[in-house]
């Protein structure tokens, strides 16, 4: 499975310099965030948990925003003191990586692939680099790469009209000794002196998956109306609808600085098993996701944990309500990929039910973390005030408010 990315983020965006002045392109404003942020979220769906970015221009820029909105994300960054090229910035980038094999994307490109069926076809030939590929029907800003019946690429033509043809998608899996072990200048370019000399083994992923590039002003307008989210509706929830709800201070009672340790110390919410049945009846899935240190820290074990899911779940189902699953982190790292608001256990919900649609789904919790988390996975969000009725809002990761989960039912 890949684990690690290198994000090229480095270059200048001079087509875009009349829409986004003096920002570095994956800073762009896309339905009001910076086009990085769904690049990185994607990638972590994709099971991605180690970023390695590639800076350059204004990387102050850069650099500032993932401190202050991904403070808990797993990264590090490279910068170029002066322009290095593509083959440059991986080559530098590559000296950070810990793993065997490396993604590289473009920091103002999202092309969705399925990264496992890239690696399928990356670890299956043992190849050098593997390129995902995308297919196109009239085209002429793009290249054509051909491949053979066993995905070995045999030629890369230049840019001209085709009328059908896969393009390099700018997505690619690179054996990091095959390129580190051959003696590069500082500055080259990847494109034309690692891929296309053809000395390498090289191979293709052809997957028709959504892509777009914003470093073109067409697709940086056609980018502001894809990644808007509609408002949500509550009246338009049925069935097809999944709802993420958080444990302490949302179906029972908290203790502030501490961890509810067994059973005796639960305590539900006034109304919560009522309004378990009617989310029972709206919603066809219910997911609780709840990061539980306490574990880590071993004031509890897991063993305790279970217990207390086991009884809570059970007066839930005797009251007519539903609990679908249960995930938890125990981990004491903020990094961890499914600690809140880190979103991987809603991706885990996703493996595990398919039919979850993330588009269509509701996170509840009392905290920003939460909320975090549910804007981290394309989730919309619930607020209750619970616990921390001082929460400003509006708030950018928020989408409603409630005084606690019965009152939201009741608007359902």
Not at 41 to 53: A, H, M, P, T
Not at 150 to 174: D, H, P
Not at 198 to 210: A, E, T, W
């Given at each position: 499975?890949?684990?690690e990315?290198?994000?090229?983020?480095?270059?200048?965006?001079?087509?875009?310099?009349?829409?986004?002045?003096?920002?570095?392109?994956?800073?762009?404003?896309?339905?009001?965030?910076?086009?990085?942020?769904?690049?990185i979220?994607?990638?972590?769906?994709?099971?991605?948990?180690?970023?390695?970015?590639s800076?350059?221009?204004?990387?102050?820029?850069?650099?500032?925003?993932?401190?202050?909105?991904?403070?808990?994300?797993?990264?590090?960054?490279?910068?170029?003191?002066?322009?290095?090229?593509?083959?440059?910035?991986?080559?530098?980038?590559?000296?950070?990586?810990?793993?065997?094999?490396?993604?590289?994307?473009?920091?103002?490109?999202?092309?969705?692939?399925?990264?496992?069926?890239?690696?399928?076809?990356?670890?299956?030939?043992?190849?050098?680099?593997?390129?995902?590929?995308?297919?196109m029907?009239?085209?002429?800003?793009?290249?054509?790469?051909?491949?053979?019946e066993?995905?070995?690429?045999?030629?890369?033509?230049?840019?001209?009209?085709?009328?059908?043809?896969?393009?390099?998608?700018?997505?690619?899996?690179?054996?990091?000794?095959a390129?580190?072990?051959?003696?590069?200048?500082?500055?080259?370019?990847?494109?034309?002196?690692?891929?296309?000399t053809?000395?390498?083994?090289?191979?293709?992923?052809?997957?028709?998956?959504?892509f777009?590039?914003?470093?073109?002003?067409?697709?940086?307008?056609?980018?502001?109306?894809?990644?808007?989210?509609?408002?949500?509706?509550?009246?338009?929830?049925?069935?097809?609808?999944t709802?993420?709800?958080?444990?302490?201070?949302?179906?029972?009672?908290?203790?502030?600085?501490?961890?509810?340790?067994?059973?005796?110390?639960f305590?539900?919410y006034?109304?919560?098993?009522?309004?378990?049945?009617?989310?029972?009846?709206?919603?066809?899935?219910?997911?609780?996701?709840?990061?539980?240190?306490?574990?880590?820290?071993?004031?509890?074990?897991?063993?305790?944990?279970?217990?207390?899911?086991?009884?809570?779940?059970?007066?839930?189902?005797?009251?007519?309500?539903?609990i679908?699953?249960?995930?938890?982190?125990?981990?004491?790292?903020?990094?961890?990929?499914?600690?809140?608001?880190?979103?991987?256990?809603?991706?885990?919900?996703?493996?595990d039910?398919?039919?979850?649609?993330?588009?269509?789904?509701?996170?509840?919790?009392?905290?920003?973390?939460?909320?975090?988390?549910?804007?981290?996975?394309?989730?919309?969000?619930?607020?209750?005030?619970?616990?921390?009725?001082?929460?400003?809002?509006?708030h950018?990761?928020?989408?409603?408010?409630?005084?606690?989960?019965?009152?939201?039912?009741?608007?359902?």
């Open positions: 499975m890949v684990k990315v290198i994000v090229l983020a480095g270059g200048l965006g001079t087509r875009l310099r009349n829409a986004v002045p003096d920002l570095p392109k994956c800073m762009a404003p896309v339905a009001g965030r910076p086009f990085l942020f769904y690049v979220n994607y990638l972590r769906s994709q099971g991605i948990e180690k970023f390695i970015f800076l350059g221009y204004r990387h102050e820029v850069i650099e500032e925003y993932l401190n202050e909105q991904f403070p808990t994300l797993n990264y590090e960054c490279t910068v170029e003191e002066e322009p290095l090229g593509t083959g440059g910035a991986i080559q530098l980038a590559c000296t950070k990586t810990t793993e065997e094999n490396v993604l590289i994307t473009n920091g103002d490109t999202i092309f969705k692939i399925h990264i496992d069926e890239l690696a399928t076809v990356h670890y299956k030939n043992t190849a050098d680099a593997t390129l995902g590929l995308k297919p029907t009239d085209f002429d800003r793009y290249g054509i790469v051909e491949i053979n066993k995905n070995a690429i045999t030629s890369f033509q230049e840019k001209q009209f085709c009328k059908q043809g896969n393009i390099n998608g700018g997505v690619y899996l690179l054996n990091v000794k390129l580190l072990n051959t003696k590069w200048p500082g500055k080259f370019a990847f494109e034309k002196d690692f891929l296309e053809q000395k390498f083994r090289l191979f293709g992923s052809v997957q028709d998956k959504y777009i590039d914003i470093g073109i002003p067409e697709d940086y307008c056609k980018a502001q109306a894809e990644f808007a989210k509609p408002v949500l509706n509550l009246k338009a929830i049925d069935k097809s609808w709802i993420f709800i958080d444990r302490d201070g949302v179906i029972n009672h908290e203790k502030k600085e501490d961890y509810i340790k067994n059973w005796d110390e305590r539900f006034e109304g919560i098993k009522e309004a378990f049945q009617v989310l029972n009846k709206k919603f066809g899935k219910i997911v609780v996701v709840s990061n539980q240190r306490g574990v880590g820290r071993e004031l509890m074990t897991e063993t305790d944990l279970h217990n207390i899911h086991q009884y809570m779940t059970k007066e839930i189902v005797t009251a007519g309500g539903r679908d699953k249960i995930y938890y982190c125990t981990s004491t790292d903020n990094k961890h990929p499914n600690r809140k608001p880190n979103p991987g256990m809603a991706f885990l919900a996703k493996a039910y398919p039919g979850i649609d993330l588009n269509k789904s509701i996170m509840i919790g009392n905290k920003l973390s939460d909320m975090r988390f549910g804007r981290n996975a394309g989730i919309y969000t619930i607020f209750v005030a619970t616990t921390n009725p001082d929460t400003a809002f509006p950018i990761d928020i989408d409603n408010r409630f005084g606690s989960l019965p009152d939201f039912v009741k608007a359902l």
